[in-house]
């Protein structure tokens, strides 16, 4: 596998579910990165871990919860999601080394979560 | 919060015409600047980054930026249908992090 990688690609799950994203990165990166996307809405930053240390969350509802185990794993965990929060999910990954190039982010192809 | 804008688009331009896509920031701090293509029900690419004022050029795409102005941007030329696709304007700086604009419908018209 190179790249980013995420699983399952396609995700339905009913609001008093739980349910876990997955994304792996083969880059070498020390940065990983979720991602919300809604129709006609920009990209919408929702977690950082950079080195395994959650360094941001933009106001995430408790109902996600991510885990970092280490660099290349991330894993975002669903439970009594709305039907709002259907959307595609995206994981990134960066260098993150300091040099401004390093800030580079590389996608996975995404999780497309329905909650009905 | 920092804001990162762009026309939605859709931009139409003829096949082998230069496409010319703009996008302007709030944020004076803001350090890197990346632009990434995503074509429908796919996840973005990244395509082009620039750190200093000027233009980098990279095969059939140049990106310019001006800080003083707060504006990137990024030309197409040699249009090709396959360039299809809404493109993002993503900024980075310390403190802020990411954050990307909501993306202009580019269609090449054959």
């Known amino acids: 596998e190179t790249g980013v990688t995420q699983t399952p690609r396609h995700l339905v799950m009913g609001m008093t579910n739980k349910k876990s994203l997955k994304c792996e990165q083969h880059?070498?990166?020390?940065?990983m990165y979720w991602y919300k996307q809604s129709a006609k809405k920009p990209l919408e930053l929702m977690f950082v871990y950079n080195f395994k240390e959650q360094t941001e969350n933009n106001s995430v509802p408790s109902r996600f919860s991510p885990e970092c185990p280490n660099s290349s794993h991330l894993f975002l965990h669903l439970h009594t999601l709305q039907p709002e929060d259907s959307a595609l999910y995206l994981c990134?990954?960066?260098?993150?080394?300091?040099?401004?190039?390093?800030?580079?982010?590389?996608f996975g192809p995404g999780t497309r979560l329905t909650v009905t | 919060q920092k804001e990162v804008e762009q026309n939605s688009g859709p931009l139409s331009v003829p096949e082998g015409a230069i496409a010319s896509l703009n996008c302007t920031y709030s944020d004076r701090g803001s350090q890197s600047f990346f632009w990434y293509r995503q074509y429908s029900g796919k996840s973005p690419e990244l395509i082009m980054s620039?750190?200093?004022?000027g233009d980098k050029e990279d095969g059939r795409f140049t990106a310019q930026l001006n800080k003083a102005s707060q504006y990137v941007s990024l030309l197409i030329r040699d249009s090709q249908p396959s360039d299809s696709a809404t493109y993002l304007c993503?900024?980075?700086?310390?403190?802020?992090?990411?954050?990307f604009g909501p993306g202009t419908r580019l269609s090449v018209l054959p």
């Open positions: 880059l070498g990166h020390n940065a």
């Open positions: 993503a900024v980075w700086s310390y403190g802020q992090n990411f954050v």
């Open positions: 990134a990954s960066s260098q993150d080394s300091g040099r401004l190039s390093s800030y580079e982010q590389y």
């Open positions: 620039i750190y200093s004022n």
